[in-house]
Protein backbone atom coordinates (compact mmCIF):
# COMPACT_ATOMS: atom_id res chain seq x y z
CA UNK A 1 0.00 0.00 0.00
CA UNK A 2 1.39 3.34 -1.26
CA UNK A 3 1.10 5.88 1.76
CA UNK A 4 2.16 10.09 1.41
CA UNK A 5 2.90 11.58 4.94
CA UNK A 6 2.51 15.17 5.37
CA UNK A 7 4.36 15.67 8.07
CA UNK A 8 4.47 19.43 9.82
CA UNK A 9 7.49 19.94 11.93
CA UNK A 10 9.62 22.93 14.19
CA UNK A 11 11.79 21.07 16.58
CA UNK A 12 13.30 17.52 17.57
CA UNK A 13 15.27 16.93 14.68
CA UNK A 14 16.26 13.63 16.11
CA UNK A 15 12.52 12.82 16.63
CA UNK A 16 11.93 13.31 13.16
CA UNK A 17 14.45 11.29 11.59
CA UNK A 18 12.88 8.20 14.18
CA UNK A 19 9.78 9.37 12.98
CA UNK A 20 10.48 8.85 9.49
CA UNK A 21 12.76 5.79 9.77
CA UNK A 22 9.89 3.61 11.36
CA UNK A 23 7.38 4.70 8.87
CA UNK A 24 9.84 4.05 5.83
CA UNK A 25 8.70 1.45 4.30
CA UNK A 26 9.82 1.01 0.82
CA UNK A 27 6.98 2.21 -0.43
CA UNK A 28 5.59 5.41 1.58
CA UNK A 29 6.99 9.07 0.49
CA UNK A 30 7.21 12.02 2.88
CA UNK A 31 6.39 15.54 2.46
CA UNK A 32 8.15 17.27 5.46
CA UNK A 33 7.69 20.99 6.56
CA UNK A 34 10.06 22.37 8.40
CA UNK A 35 8.76 26.33 9.81
CA UNK A 36 10.55 29.10 8.35
CA UNK A 37 11.58 30.61 11.67
CA UNK A 38 13.47 27.05 12.13
CA UNK A 39 17.36 26.33 11.10
CA UNK A 40 16.84 23.85 8.60
CA UNK A 41 20.23 22.71 8.62
CA UNK A 42 19.21 21.03 11.83
CA UNK A 43 17.28 18.29 9.76
CA UNK A 44 20.18 17.64 6.84
CA UNK A 45 20.05 13.94 7.87
CA UNK A 46 16.85 13.55 6.61
CA UNK A 47 18.15 13.88 3.23
CA UNK A 48 19.45 10.31 3.51
CA UNK A 49 16.08 9.29 2.21
CA UNK A 50 16.62 10.79 -1.00
CA UNK A 51 13.66 10.85 -3.64
CA UNK A 52 11.45 9.29 -1.35
CA UNK A 53 10.84 12.37 0.95
CA UNK A 54 10.54 16.23 -0.29
CA UNK A 55 10.92 19.40 1.65
CA UNK A 56 8.11 21.29 0.86
CA UNK A 57 7.73 25.50 0.68
CA UNK A 58 8.72 26.86 4.03
CA UNK A 59 5.78 28.99 6.01
CA UNK A 60 5.76 30.46 9.73
CA UNK A 61 3.46 28.12 11.21
CA UNK A 62 2.74 29.61 14.08
CA UNK A 63 0.26 27.71 16.57
CA UNK A 64 -2.75 29.32 16.84
CA UNK A 65 -3.11 31.22 13.21
CA UNK A 66 -3.53 30.28 9.67
CA UNK A 67 -0.43 29.58 8.58
CA UNK A 68 -0.75 26.01 9.70
CA UNK A 69 -2.79 25.68 6.84
CA UNK A 70 -0.63 26.27 4.40
CA UNK A 71 1.84 24.04 4.31
CA UNK A 72 -1.01 21.71 4.72
CA UNK A 73 -2.39 22.54 1.03
CA UNK A 74 1.26 23.02 -0.60
CA UNK A 75 1.95 19.09 0.57
CA UNK A 76 -1.48 18.32 -1.17
CA UNK A 77 -0.44 20.47 -4.09
CA UNK A 78 3.12 18.00 -3.73
CA UNK A 79 1.40 15.10 -4.15
CA UNK A 80 -1.17 15.52 -6.35
CA UNK A 81 2.00 16.77 -9.13
CA UNK A 82 3.83 13.10 -7.80
CA UNK A 83 4.02 10.40 -10.43
CA UNK A 84 2.92 8.53 -7.78
CA UNK A 85 -0.61 7.89 -6.68
CA UNK A 86 -1.28 7.26 -3.23
CA UNK A 87 -3.87 4.71 -1.48
CA UNK A 88 -3.60 7.22 1.72
CA UNK A 89 -2.19 10.63 3.06
CA UNK A 90 -1.52 11.19 6.15
CA UNK A 91 -0.95 14.16 7.86
CA UNK A 92 1.29 13.97 11.23
CA UNK A 93 3.12 16.89 13.62
CA UNK A 94 6.47 16.16 14.31
CA UNK A 95 5.58 15.09 17.43
CA UNK A 96 4.16 12.27 16.17
CA UNK A 97 5.12 8.51 16.84
CA UNK A 98 3.17 5.14 15.17
CA UNK A 99 1.80 2.89 17.79
CA UNK A 100 1.26 -0.23 15.20
CA UNK A 101 3.50 -1.47 12.58
CA UNK A 102 3.49 -0.90 9.33
CA UNK A 103 1.84 -4.03 8.39
CA UNK A 104 -0.55 -3.42 11.05
CA UNK A 105 -1.30 -0.35 9.28
CA UNK A 106 -1.73 -1.39 6.28
CA UNK A 107 -3.93 -4.17 7.11
CA UNK A 108 -6.04 -1.57 8.85
CA UNK A 109 -6.29 0.45 5.87
CA UNK A 110 -6.84 -2.16 3.24
CA UNK A 111 -9.61 -4.12 5.44
CA UNK A 112 -11.54 -0.84 6.51
CA UNK A 113 -14.33 -0.11 4.69
CA UNK A 114 -13.59 3.78 5.13
CA UNK A 115 -10.25 5.57 3.42
CA UNK A 116 -10.65 9.09 4.85
CA UNK A 117 -10.37 9.22 8.61
CA UNK A 118 -11.12 13.22 10.41
CA UNK A 119 -12.69 14.14 13.54
CA UNK A 120 -15.60 16.64 12.90
CA UNK A 121 -18.38 18.22 14.56
CA UNK A 122 -20.47 21.56 14.07
CA UNK A 123 -20.52 24.22 16.07
CA UNK A 124 -21.60 26.10 18.75
CA UNK A 125 -20.89 22.77 21.09
CA UNK A 126 -22.16 23.93 24.40
CA UNK A 127 -21.37 20.93 26.04
CA UNK A 128 -17.52 21.55 25.37
CA UNK A 129 -17.05 25.04 25.05
CA UNK A 130 -19.44 26.60 27.90
CA UNK A 131 -19.86 30.37 28.69
CA UNK A 132 -18.23 32.69 27.02
CA UNK A 133 -16.60 30.73 24.49
CA UNK A 134 -20.43 30.17 23.28
CA UNK A 135 -19.68 26.86 22.38
CA UNK A 136 -16.86 27.74 20.32
CA UNK A 137 -18.34 30.02 17.54
CA UNK A 138 -15.70 33.15 18.66
CA UNK A 139 -13.67 31.41 16.42
CA UNK A 140 -15.88 32.21 13.47
CA UNK A 141 -17.34 35.57 14.53
CA UNK A 142 -13.78 36.89 16.38
CA UNK A 143 -10.85 38.49 14.51
CA UNK A 144 -7.98 36.67 15.45
CA UNK A 145 -4.51 37.81 15.05
CA UNK A 146 -2.64 36.27 17.37
CA UNK A 147 -0.84 35.66 21.00
CA UNK A 148 1.93 38.57 21.04
CA UNK A 149 0.77 41.82 22.73
CA UNK A 150 0.30 44.31 19.76
CA UNK A 151 -1.83 41.51 18.14
CA UNK A 152 -4.20 40.94 20.63
CA UNK A 153 -4.55 44.56 21.43
CA UNK A 154 -5.55 44.76 17.16
CA UNK A 155 -8.03 41.58 17.88
CA UNK A 156 -10.02 43.82 20.75
CA UNK A 157 -9.81 46.80 18.84
CA UNK A 158 -11.38 45.06 15.50
CA UNK A 159 -13.67 43.06 17.03
CA UNK A 160 -14.95 45.86 19.21
CA UNK A 161 -15.82 47.89 16.40
CA UNK A 162 -17.46 45.36 14.37
CA UNK A 163 -20.21 45.05 17.06
CA UNK A 164 -21.09 48.89 15.90
CA UNK A 165 -20.09 48.56 12.01
CA UNK A 166 -21.61 46.04 10.29
CA UNK A 167 -19.39 46.02 7.06
CA UNK A 168 -16.38 44.94 9.28
CA UNK A 169 -18.23 41.44 10.64
CA UNK A 170 -16.85 38.44 10.06
CA UNK A 171 -18.50 35.99 7.78
CA UNK A 172 -17.88 32.57 6.65
CA UNK A 173 -17.81 32.39 2.93
CA UNK A 174 -20.76 30.44 0.99
CA UNK A 175 -22.75 30.28 3.55
CA UNK A 176 -21.04 27.33 5.10
CA UNK A 177 -22.34 26.07 8.75
CA UNK A 178 -19.05 26.38 11.20
CA UNK A 179 -17.44 23.09 11.69
CA UNK A 180 -14.09 21.76 13.85
CA UNK A 181 -12.02 19.06 14.48
CA UNK A 182 -8.73 17.47 14.35
CA UNK A 183 -5.51 18.54 12.19
CA UNK A 184 -4.52 15.15 12.11
CA UNK A 185 -6.12 13.22 9.43
CA UNK A 186 -5.76 10.41 6.64
CA UNK A 187 -6.98 11.68 3.12
CA UNK A 188 -7.42 9.29 0.31
CA UNK A 189 -7.02 10.72 -3.44
CA UNK A 190 -10.98 11.49 -3.79
CA UNK A 191 -10.52 13.78 -0.43
CA UNK A 192 -7.29 15.12 -1.78
CA UNK A 193 -8.83 16.28 -5.16
CA UNK A 194 -11.86 17.66 -3.55
CA UNK A 195 -10.05 19.57 -1.41
CA UNK A 196 -7.71 21.43 -3.90
CA UNK A 197 -10.73 22.03 -6.63
CA UNK A 198 -12.62 23.65 -3.55
CA UNK A 199 -9.75 25.83 -2.73
CA UNK A 200 -8.87 26.40 -6.22
CA UNK A 201 -13.24 27.33 -7.33
CA UNK A 202 -13.46 29.62 -3.27
CA UNK A 203 -10.14 31.37 -2.87
CA UNK A 204 -12.10 33.30 -0.23
CA UNK A 205 -12.19 30.36 1.61
CA UNK A 206 -8.92 30.25 2.84
CA UNK A 207 -8.46 34.29 2.80
CA UNK A 208 -11.81 34.38 5.45
CA UNK A 209 -9.35 31.54 7.91
CA UNK A 210 -6.27 33.95 7.75
CA UNK A 211 -8.02 35.39 11.12
CA UNK A 212 -9.81 32.12 12.43
CA UNK A 213 -8.56 31.13 15.70
CA UNK A 214 -6.61 27.65 15.43
CA UNK A 215 -7.66 27.63 11.87
CA UNK A 216 -5.97 24.17 10.97
CA UNK A 217 -8.74 23.11 13.53
CA UNK A 218 -11.56 24.18 11.39
CA UNK A 219 -10.08 24.34 7.72
CA UNK A 220 -10.57 20.56 6.58
CA UNK A 221 -13.31 20.11 8.90
CA UNK A 222 -15.80 22.65 7.40
CA UNK A 223 -15.06 21.46 3.94
CA UNK A 224 -16.32 17.82 4.95
CA UNK A 225 -19.35 19.08 6.57
CA UNK A 226 -20.77 21.19 4.68
CA UNK A 227 -20.25 18.84 1.83
CA UNK A 228 -22.94 17.29 -0.04
CA UNK A 229 -20.59 15.03 -2.16
CA UNK A 230 -22.30 11.69 -1.59
CA UNK A 231 -19.43 9.50 -2.67
CA UNK A 232 -16.89 11.31 -0.50
CA UNK A 233 -19.05 11.36 2.25
CA UNK A 234 -19.61 7.81 1.86
CA UNK A 235 -15.75 7.48 2.21
CA UNK A 236 -15.72 8.82 5.96
CA UNK A 237 -14.74 7.93 9.16
CA UNK A 238 -15.36 10.57 11.81
CA UNK A 239 -12.29 9.53 13.78
CA UNK A 240 -8.60 10.73 13.16
CA UNK A 241 -6.96 7.18 14.16
CA UNK A 242 -4.80 9.16 16.98
CA UNK A 243 -4.05 8.36 20.56
CA UNK A 244 -4.11 11.74 22.01
CA UNK A 245 -4.60 12.45 26.02
CA UNK A 246 -6.02 16.04 26.87
CA UNK A 247 -6.09 17.55 30.82
CA UNK A 248 -9.84 18.64 29.67
CA UNK A 249 -12.09 19.50 26.95
CA UNK A 250 -10.65 23.28 27.24
CA UNK A 251 -7.35 22.26 26.94
CA UNK A 252 -5.03 24.03 24.36
CA UNK A 253 -2.71 21.04 24.02
CA UNK A 254 -2.62 17.74 24.47
CA UNK A 255 -0.63 15.84 27.39
CA UNK A 256 2.86 14.63 26.52
CA UNK A 257 3.18 11.07 26.43
CA UNK A 258 4.95 8.83 29.15
CA UNK A 259 5.86 5.22 29.72
CA UNK A 260 3.48 5.63 32.17
CA UNK A 261 0.92 5.87 29.64
CA UNK A 262 2.07 2.83 27.75
CA UNK A 263 -0.02 0.53 29.15
CA UNK A 264 -3.08 2.86 27.84
CA UNK A 265 -1.50 2.76 24.39
CA UNK A 266 -1.18 -0.44 23.68
CA UNK A 267 -4.90 -0.78 24.25
CA UNK A 268 -5.64 1.84 21.83
CA UNK A 269 -7.22 1.03 18.29
CA UNK A 270 -5.42 4.15 16.74
CA UNK A 271 -2.72 4.05 14.64
CA UNK A 272 -0.73 6.86 16.36
CA UNK A 273 -0.20 8.94 18.93
CA UNK A 274 0.73 12.28 19.86
CA UNK A 275 2.52 14.40 21.81
CA UNK A 276 6.00 12.65 22.65
CA UNK A 277 8.35 15.32 23.70
CA UNK A 278 12.36 13.48 23.57
CA UNK A 279 13.36 15.82 26.40
CA UNK A 280 10.65 15.14 29.18
CA UNK A 281 10.37 11.27 28.50
CA UNK A 282 12.41 9.61 25.57
CA UNK A 283 12.03 5.91 27.04
CA UNK A 284 8.67 5.49 26.32
CA UNK A 285 9.85 5.78 22.40
CA UNK A 286 12.39 2.98 23.03
CA UNK A 287 9.45 1.04 24.80
CA UNK A 288 6.97 1.23 21.70
CA UNK A 289 10.18 0.02 19.58
CA UNK A 290 10.75 -2.66 21.47
CA UNK A 291 7.30 -4.20 22.43
CA UNK A 292 5.31 -2.59 19.46
CA UNK A 293 6.94 -1.53 16.19
CA UNK A 294 10.39 -3.76 15.99
CA UNK A 295 8.97 -6.64 17.79
CA UNK A 296 9.69 -9.93 16.09
Not at 21 to 33: E, K, M, T, V
Not at 69 to 86: A, D, M, N, V, Y
Not at 158 to 167: A, D, K
Not at 221 to 236: C, K, V
Amino acid sequence: MKKAYIVMAHKYPTHLHRLVDRLNDGFSHFFIHIDSKSDMSQFDSLKEYGARLLFIDRFDARWGKYGITLPLLEGLRQIKSCSETFDRIVVLSGQDYPIKSNKAIDDFYRNSPHSIFINFFQIPNLEKWPGKDRGGLYRFDKYYFGDRWYEILCSRTINFLSSYLRFLKRRIPNQMAPYVGSAWITLDMYALDYILKFNEKYPEYLHFHRNTFVADEAFIPMLIGNSTDEELLSRIENREKHFILWENDQSPHPKTLLKSHFGIITRSVDLFARKFDQNVDAEILDIIDEQILLKN
